[in-house]
């Protein structure tokens, strides 16, 4: 992918500033506002019943998360899910801990099958569970696919007729048929809780200024990955990498993404 397309969406979200609506996990809700907030977007963290549609409906995209579930929570997703459905607003929909339970996965199921999902972001375990090829989940952390990465990204694409944005190594984004491979970021991301979630916010934020949210999904991961990359380069633990994230993140420039987004379509 020419690294202009990214850069583009970058300066998109900054200039537009969209209003990305969370109902999320409450162990990372504070990185995924300021990750939000990083890329150039505003975020929302409200999950009430009684004002998710209200809210919703100002927003430019919707995340949904699922990493610290209850049964008031699903509701509140579908009836946010229903309105940005009506309204023409991507959902993301990140399956945390999928396989980990079966409440988790019948709730991913369900979200699946009640709401048009733009992109299910989520790691290779989650993945490979919901595409029904095998994959493995400890917790919420993922014991990977079992498999062809690309292979099982696409066999979910298909079975949950989304855009599938598969987390890893490298990163693996596809609608069924178009495959993107993103090769941007660092070991140390793996190795900091909410990552994973801070993905799916930055992902929300480009699928706000997008029409292709394979493309945008790929671009995301890109920016986040970069800023990963910038963030490494001075961090000397865990803590320091991930204050440096959010200052790489936002000072990261267009020019800085189009020179360094390391995209490969298939």
């Given at each position: 992918m020419d690294g202009a397309i990214p850069a583009d969406l970058l300066a998109?979200?900054?200039?537009?500033?969209?209003?990305?609506?969370?109902?999320?996990?409450?162990?990372?809700?504070?990185?995924?506002?300021?990750?939000?907030?990083?890329?150039?977007?505003?975020?929302?963290?409200?999950?009430?019943?009684?004002?998710?549609?209200?809210?919703?409906?100002?927003?430019?995209?919707?995340?949904l998360n699922i990493g610290t579930l209850s049964a008031a929570q699903v509701e509140a997703m579908l009836a946010a899910g229903r309105r940005a459905n009506d309204l023409g607003i991507p959902v993301i929909l990140d399956p945390v801990g999928a396989g980990a339970t079966g409440f988790r996965t019948a709730t991913v199921k369900r979200l699946l099958d009640a709401l048009d999902i733009a992109v299910l972001k989520g790691n290779a375990g989650e993945i490979g569970v919901l595409a029904g090829t095998g994959g493995s989940v400890r917790g919420v952390d993922s014991g990977g696919v079992a498999g062809d990465p690309v292979e099982t990204a696409k066999?979910?694409?298909?079975?949950?007729?989304?855009?599938?944005?598969?987390?890893?190594?490298?990163?693996?984004?596809t609608d069924g048929d178009r495959v993107f491979l993103v090769k941007n970021g660092v070991p140390a991301m793996d190795r900091l809780s909410g990552t994973g979630c801070m993905a799916s916010s930055v992902t929300a934020a480009f699928a706000a200024v997008a029409d292709d949210?394979?493309?945008?999904?790929?671009?995301?991961?890109?920016?986040?990955?970069?800023?990963?990359?910038?963030?490494?380069?001075?961090?000397?633990?865990?803590?320091?990498?991930?204050?440096?994230?959010?200052?790489?993140?936002?000072?990261?420039?267009?020019?800085?993404l189009?020179?360094?987004?390391r995209i490969e379509e298939r």
């Open positions: 998109a979200v900054r200039s537009e500033r969209p209003l990305i609506h969370h109902i999320t996990n409450s162990v990372t809700i504070n990185d995924c506002a300021n990750i939000t907030i990083s890329a150039g977007a505003a975020p929302v963290m409200t999950g009430a019943p009684e004002e998710v549609t209200e809210m919703v409906a100002a927003a430019g995209a919707l995340v066999e979910c694409a298909r079975v949950t007729g989304t855009v599938v944005s598969m987390t890893g190594a490298i990163d693996v984004v949210y394979a493309v945008s999904s790929a671009a995301a991961l890109a920016a986040f990955g970069r800023a990963g990359e910038r963030a490494a380069a001075g961090a000397r633990g865990p803590y320091s990498f991930r204050t440096a994230l959010f200052d790489e993140l936002a000072g990261l420039t267009a020019e800085d189009a020179g360094h987004a």
